[in-house]
C-alpha cells in the first residue's frame, strides 16, 4: 500500500511538493479552496513528469495517486507526512495548524515558510512539537533542497524522520541548527536582491545585465562550490587565509548599499517589472518553466557525472532505489542473474525515436560493473592493480527500445577459467529480448600490461555461478558472427 502525504496549499510551491511526493511512489492528497487548484497542479505535474526522470538513472516507481479533498480533516487523514504551503500570514498558518492537528494523529507538519521561524508557526498549536519549517525551492520536484528548521519546542525524533522522508524523495534536507528569520538561504539571496533593487535604480545596470553577471559567471560557480569554497580557491595555493588578508579590507569600502534599502515605491516596480517584461516577456511562464527545467536537467545531470553538488545527492537517490529493485527482485536460483533496471530516457533516443546503439553498451556496462563487483572484483579491486577488460562484444538489435520503456539487463555465463570469462547479456523489456552482448573477458595485471590469473577469492565466487549457468540453454545468439543468416 502506498504511502500518504497530505499538501495544504496547492500554488507553485505547493504544486510542486505533490509532483515530488507523487512521482516518487506516493499517494497524495491536497486541499485548496483554490477552483483553479486541480488545473494548476495537473499543470506543474506534467512539467514535472517531464522533468525529474530525466534526472534519473533508474526507473520512476509507480506514480501515486493524486486526490483533491474538500477539508482539511479530509486531506490530512492517514497522512505519514503533511506539507503546509498556504499564504505567508501567520494567523493564517496558525489557523491551518489548529484545523491540520484535530486529523493528523502526531504526524510531522513542515511548513515551506520562506520567513517565518518554527516557535512562531508553533504557538499555540495543540502539539508543538511536530510543526517545523521544511522551505524548498522552486522547482520543488527538481531543485533538492529542503531548509529543515526545528525550534526548542521540537520533537528530535520527528524532525529525524521528517528529515528521513525527505531524503526518500530525493531531497537534501539541509538542518539549520539555529532558528532565526528567513532561515539560511533566503536572507543570502535577500541581500543580492537589495543590491539588485539599488543597481537597477541608480540606472548602473537593466534587470537582464544583472542575470547575466549571476548566470554566465559566479551562479555557475555557486551551483557547485557554493560561497566559501569558491572564495578558498581564489586564495590559490595559500587558501582561505590569503584570500581573507588580500579581500577583508574591502568589507569596509563602500561597494554596496545592503543596509540601506531602496524606498519601494510604485515608480521601482514599475522600472523592474518593465525591465523584466523587455527581458523575458517573449516566453509565456510555462515556457519559460521548461527552459528552465532543461537547463537545470542538463547542469544537474554534469553534476551528477562528477559526483558533486547536487549531482552526489542524486546519485545516492539512484543507488538506493538500485539496491532497493535488487532487494524486491531476487533472481531464481538457476535463471541468468538480473543486475540492473533501468529506463529508456529522453537523451538515449536516436533520431529514429529508438534507444540509440550506444545506452546498449552503457546497459551492458552497467550489468558487467555489477556482476565484477557480485564477485568481489569492484572498485576495491581495480584500485589494488587487476581488473577485466572487455576484449570482445558483439551485439544483436532483436527489437526496439522507445522512450520510457522499463528495460533489465541480465548476464549469464557462458565459460569461464581463471584469465576468461565469457558472457551472455540481455537487455530486456519485460520477457521480450530486445538486445543481446555477447562478451568476453579477459583478466589483466594492470600495472604490467598483461593478462593474469584472477585473484583466488574472486575465482571462488565466480565459480559457482558458472557451474550453476551450464545447466541453463545455451543462448542462440551465442557464437554467431556479424551478418549471419538466421
Not at 525550534?151 to 537534501?172: C, H, Q
Amino acid at each position: 500500500m502506498a504511502r500518504k502525504a497530505a499538501i495544504i496549499g496547492g500554488g507553485v510551491i505547493g504544486g510542486g511538493w505533490a509532483a515530488r511526493f507523487l512521482l516518487n511512489g506516493w499517494d497524495v492528497a491536497v486541499f485548496d479552496p483554490d477552483p483553479e487548484a486541480e488545473r494548476k497542479i495537473g499543470e506543474v505535474l506534467a512539467n514535472a513528469r517531464n522533468a525529474l526522470p530525466a534526472l534519473s538513472d533508474v526507473p520512476m516507481p509507480a506514480e501515486g495517486r493524486l486526490s483533491f479533498a474538500d477539508t482539511i480533516t479530509e486531506a490530512v487523514e492517514g497522512a505519514e507526512y503533511i506539507q503546509e504551503s498556504v499564504s505567508e500570514r501567520l494567523e493564517l498558518k496558525h489557523r491551518v495548524f489548529a484545523q491540520i492537528q484535530q486529523a493528523s494523529h502526531g504526524a510531522p507538519i513542515g511548513s515551506s515558510t520562506s520567513g517565518f521561524k518554527p516557535s512562531e508557526l508553533q504557538e499555540n498549536a495543540a502539539d508543538p512539537s511536530v510543526i517545523f519549517v521544511a522551505h524548498p525551492f522552486n522547482p520543488v520536484y527538481l531543485l533538492p533542497l529542503a531548509e529543515v528548521v526545528p525550534s526548542a519546542k521540537s520533537d528530535a525524533k520527528v524532525i529525524e524522520n521528517a528529515k528521513e522522508i525527505l531524503r526518500e524523495i530525493g531531497m537534501f534536507p539541509l538542518h539549520v541548527r539555529k532558528e532565526i528569520d528567513a532561515h539560511i538561504a533566503d536572507r543570502f539571496l535577500e541581500a543580492v536582491w537589495r543590491e539588485a533593487l539599488w543597481l537597477v535604480k541608480d540606472g548602473i545596470a537593466t534587470t537582464e545585465e544583472i542575470d547575466e553577471a549571476i548566470r554566465m559567471g559566479f551562479g555557475l560557480r555557486w551551483g557547485q562550490m557554493g560561497l566559501f569554497e569558491t572564495y578558498r580557491i581564489a586564495g590559490g595555493e595559500a587558501g582561505m587565509k590569503h584570500f581573507l588578508a588580500q579581500f577583508g579590507p574591502c568589507l569596509t569600502w563602500p561597494w554596496t548599499k545592503l543596509m540601506d534599502v531602496p524606498e519601494f515605491n510604485d515608480e521601482l516596480v514599475d522600472l523592474i517589472a518593465g525591465q523584466s517584461d523587455a527581458q523575458s516577456g517573449k516566453h509565456s511562464i510555462r515556457e519559460l518553466e521548461r527552459i528552465r527545467d532543461q537547463n537545470l536537467i542538463g547542469f544537474m545531470r554534469a553534476l551528477k557525472e562528477r559526483n558533486w553538488g547536487a549531482g552526489k545527492v542524486l546519485l545516492e537517490h539512484d543507488a538506493r532505489r538500485q539496491a532497493a529493485f535488487h532487494a524486491d527482485a531476487a533472481t531464481p536460483a538457476g535463471a541468468p542473474l538480473a543486475l540492473v533496471n533501468t529506463q529508456v530516457l529522453p537523451g538515449y533516443i536516436d533520431y529514429n525515436g529508438h534507444m540509440t546503439e550506444s545506452r546498449y553498451l552503457y546497459i551492458a556496462s552497467d550489468v558487467s560493473n555489477a556482476f565484477l563487483a557480485l564477485i568481489g572484483a569492484g572498485m576495491d579491486y581495480v584500485s589494488a592493480g587487476h581488473s577485466y577488460y572487455t576484449a570482445e562484444t558483439h551485439i544483436m538489435h532483436l527489437g526496439e527500445a522507445k522512450l520510457g520503456d522499463r528495460l533489465t539487463g541480465t548476464l549469464q555465463v557462458l565459460s569461464m577459467d581463471e584469465k576468461r570469462l565469457h558472457a551472455m547479456i540481455r537487455v530486456l523489456r519485460g520477457d521480450e529480448v530486445v538486445a543481446s552482448l555477447e562478451q568476453m573477458f579477459l583478466h589483466v595485471d594492470m600495472k604490467a600490461g598483461k593478462a593474469c590469473a584472477a585473484a583466488p577469492e574472486v575465482l571462488e565466487k565466480l565459480r559457482p555461478i558458472a557451474k550453476a549457468h551450464e545447466a541453463l540453454p545455451r543462448p542462440e545468439a551465442a557464437g554467431r558472427y556479424v551478418g549471419q543468416r538466421k
